[in-house]
């Protein structure tokens, strides 16, 4: 049932199936790029970063709220050099990249290693 559709006599109902569907959209458009993310992790282009990304998206990208998730997309629009060296503590994380979403890599990092 589209939650557009207009049916006599049940007025609020209509308004709740209409902001059901939305809510099912915001969802499934997030579980989408939930899984693209997850792909772009585990296909960097260089071993190492895939296996630091893939892994991290594997064990956190499900749990990750929208702005999370937006975080993570931001991440993986840098160079590979750049967040491994990051990642490692081989060069500290420029203040206009650093994230809470990067803290938790560099975390979940040195607890797999």
Known sequence: MLGHERRAGQGSAQVFYWQVDIV???RAALDTRRKRLAFRAWHR????????LGRFADAHLASFSESEVAAFERLLDMPDPDILNWVTGAEPVPEECASPVLDRLVAFHNQVR
């Not at 282009?45 to 630091?52: H, K, Q, V």
């Open 45 to 52: 282009g260089t071993r190492e970063t895939d296996l630091i």
């Open 24 to 26: 099912e959209q915001v």
